[in-house]
Nanobody, 120 residues
Framework: EQLVESGGGLVQAGESMRLSCKAS????????MSWHRQGPGKERELVAS??????????HYADSVKGRFTISRDDAKNSVFLQMNSLKSEDTAVYSC????????????WGEGTQVTVAE
């Protein structure tokens, strides 16, 4: 089982970025999919999660990203996405995707992460 993130990089504050996570060796539709981040000197936090294929309308967002980030999934592509708008410097972190059975965890499978850097 493998999760591979892509789409990270350097952006200016206020801009947008879209992260992708592709699963292999597991059927993403069977899992809750999620995005997490760990900023410099900070603990890892759950950013957003979305219900499994049968309940895609169940979503959870951290308060810090509500209204700015949107999680979505395309089970035909075994993928989950994170659209990030109005980015702030405090969004700078390594973003990782994960798969599990519950919206708020725990999560069984993790990607290695992709760096997102937001410059002022």
């Amino acid at each position: 089982e493998q999760l591979v993130e892509s789409g990270g990089g350097l952006v200016q504050a206020g801009e947008s970025m879209r992260l992708s996570c592709k699963a292999s060796g597991l059927t993403s539709s069977s899992y809750v999919m999620s995005w997490h981040r760990q900023g410099p000197g900070k603990e890892r936090e759950l950013v957003a999660s979305i219900g499994s294929g049968g309940s895609p309308n169940y979503v959870h967002y951290a308060d810090s990203v509500k209204g700015r980030f949107t999680i979505s999934r395309d089970d035909a592509k075994n993928s989950v996405f994170l659209q990030m708008n109005s980015l702030k410097s405090e969004d700078t972190a390594v973003y990782s995707c994960a798969a599990g059975l519950f919206l708020r965890g725990p999560y069984n499978y993790w990607g290695e992460g992709t760096q997102v850097t937001v410059a002022e």
